[in-house]
């Protein structure tokens, strides 16, 4: 029986962009829709007009039927009967979405008490079965606690719990584990699962992640610029894609399964990109297999929060990355792996060990002018989100152009051709020097950090996280931008990565870092199919792929007892 | 931490800052040029001798850190010395003239807290429309008026013309007193509704954009009650915080609405004391703001962690 049903659903603004063009797919009850697409395909606005939240002013077309009733145009009050009783939310950060100023209780209490009239007592029992329902340690403790309080996974718990206090047939989930760690991701996929088959509701799964939506949805569509692409058997969709933007995917999403060459992958508009010259140089130094050109010897951090108990982010950590090489660092949030990065370029102090650069100490955090002038040229760092580490008002030929007059007495003639020089090289051209960060997309984005941190020539290129906050696509390109500047000019690199599928592509080396410490370190391709380590199994294990066995993942879990 | 911990720390800080200002107060009266006894003694011409007398009696001729102790002395038991001017105690003047100014500053604070409330609401879930504009606009040239003018032209509207209102004193027993405030109310009130509505604007737009109140409304609750429970409770820090931070302007501002509406109030009084020389009568008015000041944005601070539960864990939590 069909339980949601929207067709040929579109959706325009008031100024007259198209967002939704033509949508039509089907849920029906106790089955598992993937909706799979990058940012800004459309796959949120679907799952909200769902429950006819909108945005202000867009004018829609079709129909968006759920359970038989049609919900496009509806007054306002069966609007808000769909969302007590239909349909179900989960949403992506559960950190942003449960009111940080009330506590769980009231959270999952809220409606029951002000749209159910049950009493207090009643809703609390009730909150407390949900919140066991969902695995929750100790649920009636968690009733008086407030979110911040709780971890991100135990929080996205009480969020599923909070969406099913009205028994929805149909629960939409919008990228319900995309800001959480990939094993706590395991154990709230398979929570969701659980509370699906037992419900028998309907679940439409929304994510950018192809690897997920092939293993735990039944039938998948493919949106892209608010059309849907393809439609299938998920796991037919991902192993034989039919739409050539899937099969471009398909091939610009990372896996960890399968082993190829670290080739180009060509895909969507990198062909700006692709077509940049490739010229290969010689490596500017001899690899001298002696010396690492980073060294970093056995460095620890440890942080003295005012009243509470101090934290080891990073306990006797020892890396060294030969010239021309990449190591990358693999942990979960709070593995220390940001703090390892941050010691290295020179943004905190350790507070033991020594870091060595091109076999110069730069273990102290730079004071003056001079110093921290002459570890920036050895260090350079990439930001995770390219948004926040460009300043909006300078333009990035300005900002490169600023970088290179900080350190170099370039005239400005020269200065003007070496930052078209380096626009080239990341794949950008003339016309992007005078562009502002907001003109710019986030992969352009990060070019241009990119090209900003290469302007100085480092002895080491750090990369924080660099394409966790892109899209698939874009990550597939800065991927690739990466792994052609090290074959073109030898760079260093250490790779600060949380995604295991990633670091496959671009490192050759790799260490596994849990509570601060290192646990694991060897090749790439080794450490990846014969992981040693029982942390790193669990890692790999949890990364979704189409033949996932949550039960086996979750039997893991408990027999190890590795906790996140 | 513990809340008494939190709360005596507050409170240890609240002593030092009234001590500093203290220091500040009593000093600032040796940098003003003018001698208090030569107008004590004005029109006379004294003889030595009679300048020597009223020197001691005022304790003008110990140094002036023994002065300061003596003071001090005083105010910690609610004696803040005479009035050169009355020849009263300064307790006794500003006695009389306390509840006045109390009484404008609070229905003046009801007045800003009720429009500036409707109007930052009202503009923040119209946000981007004309309502919003024109509200915006409406406030920002109430802010613009300065409060002597804003008292001339109610008193002319109100009280001459129309005739609805008193334009002088302040009345006899509490309705009458409620009834001669309400204009000098309004004056002191116009100027500061501006910060309250666009700072309740502000902070209710930025929590209208949060996803806890996209997640509040996917769960079927009605849209007043997402924004009661939702946007309004969480928009309340910085309303709060800038609230606390105007109640020194208004106990400033009140002194010109007094003059303007010949109400005896402090603020009137502070004026003319300082015009006179009256040090110890400045002195305790000044201190008297300080102290009101200091403790009404303290009594805010004690109560954040019961407005944000995150700010009881310390800045850590997020």
Sequence with gaps: MTLLDISDYTLDLPDGTRLLDGVSLTVAVGETVGLVGESGSGKSLTARSVLGMQPRGATTGGSVRLDGREVLGAPAGDLLAVRRSSAGMVFQDPRAGINPMRTIGDHLTETLRLVDGRSKSDAEARAVELLRAVRLPRPEDHLRQYPHELSGGMLQRVMIAGALTSSPRLLICDEPTTALDVTTQAEIISVLGEQRATRGMGMLFITHDLNLAASICDRVYVMNAGRVEEEGDARRVFRNPQAAYTRRLVAATPTIASIGPLGPVVIGEATDAASAPRSVVELPRAVDAEAPMLDVRSIAKTYHLHGKPPVRAVVDASIEIPLGSALAVVGESGSGKSTLARMIVGLESADTGEILVDGVVRTAMPRRRAERLAHSRSVQMVFQDPYLSLDPRISAGRAIEDTLRLHSTLTSRDARTRVLDLLEQVGLGERHATAVPRTLSGGQRQRVAIARALAVEPDVLVMDEATSALDVSVQAQVLDLVAGIRRERGLTVLFISHDLAVVRRVCEQTVVMRSGEIVERGATATLLERPRHPYTRLLLDSVPRPDWDLDALAAIDRTEGVPA | ?318
């Excluded at chain 2, 409330?117 to 009202?122: D, H, S, V």
């Excluded at chain 2, 004193?169 to 666009?198: C, M, N, Q, R, W």
């Design chain 2, 1 to 318: 931490m513990t809340a008494g911990r939190r709360v005596a720390g507050k409170l240890g800080a609240l002593l030092l800052t009234l001590f500093l200002a203290s220091l500040l107060v009593f000093f600032s009266r040796f940098l003003v040029p003018g001698d208090p006894v030569s107008f004590l003694l004005r029109g006379r011409k004294p003889t030595p001798e009679a300048i020597a007398q009223v020197t001691a009696q005022y304790g003008l001729d110990l140094p002036p850190w023994q002065q300061y102790l003596q003071w001090l002395g005083g105010v910690l038991v609610g004696d803040f010395g005479r009035s050169l001017q009355y020849r009263q105690d300064v307790t006794t003047v500003i006695g009389e003239r306390l509840p006045v100014t109390l009484g404008l500053v609070l229905m003046a604070g009801a007045m800003i807290a009720i429009v500036g409330l409707t109007a930052g609401i009202i503009a923040a879930l119209k946000r981007g429309r004309v309502l919003d504009r024109s509200v915006l606009v409406f406030l920002t040239m109430l802010g613009a008026i300065p409060s002597f003018v804003g008292s001339i032209v109610l008193i002319a509207v109100f009280a001459v013309q129309l005739g609805w209102f008193p334009s002088f004193g302040s009345g006899e027993g509490f309705l009458d007193t409620l009834y001669h405030l309400v204009l000098p109310s309004i004056a002191l009130a116009v100027v500061f509704v501006v910060l309250v509505g666009k700072v309740t604007r502000s902070s209710m737009v930025d929590q209208l954009g949060r996803e806890h109140v996209e997640v509040a409304t996917s769960r079927g609750l009605k849209r007043g009650t997402v924004i009661r429970r939702h946007v309004l409770r969480n928009a309340i820090g910085p309303i709060l915080t800038v609230s606390g931070l105007l109640v020194a302007g208004l106990l400033v501002a009140s002194s010109i609405v007094e003059a303007a509406f010949g109400l005896a109030g402090i603020g009137s009084l502070l004026v003319q004391s300082v015009d006179r020389l009256d040090f110890p009568v400045v002195q305790a008015i000044v201190l008297f703001v300080v102290f009101a000041f200091v403790v009404v944005n303290a009594i805010i601070d004690i109560l954040e962690p019961w407005i944000d539960p995150r700010s009881a864990a310390g800045a850590g939590a997020r």
